[in-house]
């Protein structure tokens, strides 16, 4: 199951042997240059890494872009709509330099622009979502890994049932119960939340079953022992000695946790119970764009793409930061 | 190892949606082909709403088997436990009640013709007390005569709610000194139930709490067709009915499929007035079908009828206009529902008439109209009661004809009139798996903002809507659901059947409301008087004049008078748009030869 990253523990500590023999051009080379290095030379990955700097960068400044290139993203343009059969009367679901992505049928609003704000909410959702499980997965995985015995046993029953969890099913009903307000936040702002906190909450055994695992390994090493015979407390070790260790591993699937849960945030929105109208998301998109798609599939194309080249580009680079991180776990 | 799980579940509920949609395409394109190809030889040239008003394909060639299709269940056939529409609509042709809507096309089939009875109800005491008087010669399929006995019986056996929860509660909530919680499975004998007599074996008589001059629409209704004790199983009476119509049960499974032919003890001589032709020597019912499935078929000459009449899925009906001659096959007939919002006078500043009518003003109609499907979904509604009710009036108080996108100005001006200028905040509700209503409410935030009312939307569970949401008063005042969004349909075509319920202010109760909040002195009075008007003329003005009382409160933003599109194959005879049950009408079709 788990092949552990043998990193070498403390590298960018140790003084490396090489510069003692007086060669200019070999240097000592930290964990993070070396990985760069072979990162650099991954074209996919970094494609990759450009195409979500970019889409971070289009969700962020979204208001400004469609201020420039599109319309409001809740302004009707019936006008632009046939009123019999409902669909945009320009032919390609009425792509134009006006509404580059085209028009939703029925109320004509500008697909670009809800394509862009819907980036906001996905992108968000996710991120929040990646950083609750990778702060749970972590802790709980360096907790159960370095202590053993009844903790470990303990923590990874505790995973197990998590994993056993019908994460879908749960979601639909507890999003489908959300009050009014509660927590002080109200409306968007607690849907948001709420789906974060399920998405978050019930991923972490994931991380955490690698953490655990890197752990294992990492506590049985010399500079551990050398460091709790010094003394050391636990809190000290597992925060100063295994953390920095870790990273590695966590970066990763963190980055490959991320599309996952676009994905899923989707999948809420497509079965209804997303974020609330008018707000644009694209698995909600995606859901109206099912019912057309006999007379206008183009409507289908934007929502789709959107998920598409955002969970590829997520998956391409986590896979190339994996492969330079640790070239032995391909 | 990677998170795969979680995506494969993500993935797959995106995908397995999204597939089961690809295959839809895929048999839908071969169906429309077949359709094509097949209606060749056809006799009559189809042509778009040729069954609206005129019967299409007249025959009077009997045989065949007449096909139906239905996507679902019934709530049940037993006519003393059912409400659907449907239903009422089919059974014709295994029930016989006292009075019946005719089959016939157009108006007439808004009409109450004696079926069982030899005459309408005869009121006297104040409409108190209605007696009916039975035809000769009636039987039921095992040919024992139908008595006025067994009619007071099916009527008696489904007041009691909790055996049959289905039906409507008419009976129970108008025959007068019913005891609490009746029930002929502990009074064999009917000895408790005092308000319906029958003094021989001709005559049935009921007595009503208080006057109510349109008691024919109670004894058309399914429970008034008669159920011989002996043969009374209760909650399995549905897996046998006994007929008393031109048609007898030969299966029935619940969920999957029914088949029927004829009842040879029913004589058509004792039928002369109920328009029933009964041409196909079969009927079946495929039940449980998939509604796209359903609409590929009738396509494709797989089914001859979509028994539940409300036209076809949103996905279909773009694919079949824009293909003229699959329109030509369609009827986009009329039916009695209208899709409003309720503008709720419990809900600050909408207690203020003005306010409500700047709303009224203000909103975009067009925008309401495309939200329901466009010209094919339905008119522009300028009133609450659909055209095809009796009663209705034409009127367009604010101007909706000639501002069908809103009238900024106008309502700018009632908003000044009703103290807020610059507008006010309110929140609309919608039933949260219904994307007509969500798109409703999107359309109205749009056009209410041009004026300054800013509309938050909120979704609610549909099955809960009445009960815990929009329709439980003390729910909607604290969470400020200003505009209401809902439909209705009519039980019957007539000012009671559609109005009573949502617009009488005294039938609001603490919950499951079907009335959200118009509370209007001068509609409660026009309702008190409507019921105690015999004649029937009189009594349709006076309905008209109600709907006009709820429209000058501006009490409700009137919407959309909803149409279907009822797809009519070719293998169908005799095809007309009932106005009673507003579909096909079923007791009246023929399969060609």
């Known amino acids: 199951m788990s092949s552990p990253v043998e990193l070498e523990p403390g590298g960018a500590m140790a003084p490396p042997e090489a510069v003692l023999e007086g060669a200019k051009h070999i240097e000592g080379r930290s964990l993070g240059q070396i990985a760069w290095t072979r990162l650099k030379r991954d074209k996919v990955a970094l494609t990759g890494g450009f195409i979500i700097i970019f889409l971070v960068i289009v969700a962020i400044f979204a208001p400004f872009i469609v201020s420039v290139l599109g ?82 046993a303990f923590i990874s029953r505790l995973m197990d049932i998590f994993l056993a969890f019908p994460l879908l099913v749960f979601a639909l009903a507890l999003v489908g119960v959300i009050p009014e307000s509660a927590f002080g936040l109200s409306g968007d702002s607690l849907r948001i939340a709420v789906i974060v906190f399920i998405i978050g909450f019930f991923n972490w055994p994931y991380i955490g079953r690698i953490v655990r695992g890197q752990t294992l390994s990492l506590r049985e090493r010399e500079f551990i022992d050398a460091s709790r015979s010094l003394g050391a407390r636990a809190s000290y070790i597992l925060r100063k000695d295994l953390l920095p260790n870790l990273i590695a591993p966590i970066l990763v699937y963190a980055t490959l946790l991320i599309p996952s849960n676009i994905l899923f945030e989707a999948a809420l929105s497509y079965l209804g119970v997303g974020v609330q109208a008018p707000r644009a998301t694209w698995g909600g998109m995606l859901a109206d764009a099912a019912k057309w798609y006999q007379i206008d599939p183009w409507f289908m194309l934007p929502p789709g793409l959107a998920i598409f080249v955002t969970v590829l580009a997520f998956n391409l680079f986590g896979d190339g930061l994996r492969d330079a991180l640790d070239p032995r776990s391909r | 190892m990677k998170n795969t799980r979680l995506m494969a579940v993500a993935a797959a509920a995106v995908l397995a949606l999204g597939l089961s949609a690809c295959g839809g395409s895929a048999s839908t394109g071969t169906g429309g082909s077949g359709s094509t190809g097949g209606s060749g030889g056809s006799s009559a040239a189809p042509a778009a709403d040729a069954a609206i008003g005129k019967i299409y394909n007249p025959s009077t060639t009997k045989g065949g088997t007449l096909r139906f299709g239905m996507a679902g269940d019934w709530d049940s056939v037993d006519p003393g436990d ?84 289905n039906g409507p509660t008419y009976f129970n909530d108008f025959l007068a000194d019913i005891p609490a919680g009746y029930s002929v499975y502990k009074d064999k004998n009917l000895d408790d139930l005092k308000s319906i007599e029958t003094p021989d074996d001709k005559t049935i008589i009921f007595k009503l709490k208080t006057g109510f001059s349109g008691f024919d629409y109670f004894a058309q209704l399914p429970a008034t067709a008669p159920v011989p004790v002996a043969k009374d199983t209760g909650t399995k009476y549905k897996e046998k009915v006994v007929s008393s119509g031109p048609y007898k049960f030969v299966s029935y499974s619940q969920g999957k499929n029914m088949e029927l032919d004829r009842n040879p003890n029913y004589d058509p001589k004792t039928d002369p007035e109920s328009g029933r032709l009964a041409l196909p020597d079969k009927l079946t019912v495929e039940l449980g079908l998939n509604a796209a499935d359903v609409d590929n078929r009738l396509q494709s000459g797989g089914l001859d009828v979509d028994i539940a009449g409300t036209g076809v899925q949103a996905e279909s009906q773009g694919k079949i206009l824009a293909d003229p001659t699959l329109k030509a096959k369609t009827d986009n007939a009329q039916a009695a529902r209208t899709w409003f919002s309720v503008l709720n006078s419990d809900v600050a500043p909408l207690d203020n008439v003005d306010c409500r009518k700047a709303v009224v003003l203000a909103y975009d109609k067009t925008g309401y109209q495309r939200a329901y499907g466009g010209n094919t979904g339905g008119a522009i509604a300028t009133s609450l009661m659909p055209p095809n009710v009796p009663g209705h009036a034409d009127f367009d108080l604010y101007n909706f004809k000639a501002k069908p996108q809103g009238d900024p100005e106008a309502a700018k001006a009632e908003l000044a009139k009703c103290g807020q200028p610059n507008g006010f905040e309110t ?105 105690a008007e015999t004649d029937a003329t009189k009594r349709d003005t006076i309905w008209g004049n109600v709907d006009k009382s709820v429209m000058e409160a501006a009490a409700v933003i009137p919407g959309v008078w909803a149409k279907g599109l009822l797809f009519r194959p070719d293998t169908i005879t005799n095809v007309f748009v009932n106005d009673g049950f507003t579909m096909y009408d079923y007791a009246a079709m023929g399969v060609k030869q």
């Open chain 1, 71 to 152: 319309h409001p993203p809740d302004e009707f343009h019936q006008e632009l709509i046939d009123p019999d059969l409902q669909v945009p009367t320009a032919p390609l679901g009425g792509v134009s330099w006006d509404f580059l992505f085209g028009l939703e049928p029925v109320n004509g609003r500008d697909l670009f622009s809800r394509i862009l704000y819907g980036s906001q909410i996905s992108l968000l959702i996710a991120f929040l979502a990646t950083i609750i499980s990778v702060f749970i997965g972590t802790i709980m995985g360096v907790v159960a890994g370095y202590f053993g015995g009844a903790t470990d």
């Open chain 2, 427 to 531: 929140n609309v509700s919608y039933r949260a798996e219904r994307p007509k209503e969500k798109a409703t409410a999107e359309s109205l935030q749009q056009s209410l903002a041009k004026v300054g009312i800013k509309l938050n939307i909120k979704a609610y569970p549909t099955a809960d809507y009445t009960k815990l949401y929009a329709g439980k008063p003390d729910y909607a005042k604290a969470n400020k659901l200003g505009v209401i969004i809902y439909g209705w349909g009519a039980d019957w075509p007539d000012g009671f059947g559609f109005l009573s319920q949502i617009v009488d202010s005294r039938v609001i109760r603490p919950s499951g409301n079907t009335n959200l909040g118009i509370k209007v002195p001068a509609v409660d009075a026009g309702i008190d008087q409507a019921m």
């Open chain 2, 82 to 165: 059912t409400y659907y529409g449907l239903s009422w609509n089919f059974l014709r042709n295994y029930a016989r009640t006292l009075v019946v809507f005719k089959a016939a096309p157009g108006a007439e089939g808004a009409k109450l013709v004696p079926d069982l009875a030899t005459s309408l109800g005869k009121p006297s005491d104040g409409n108190k007390t209605w007696t009916y008087t039975l035809r000769d010669g009636i039987k039921f399929e095992d040919g024992t005569p139908i008595t006025s006995k067994d009619i007071k019986y099916a009527v008696a056996r489904q007041l009691d709610k909790d055996t049959f929860p």
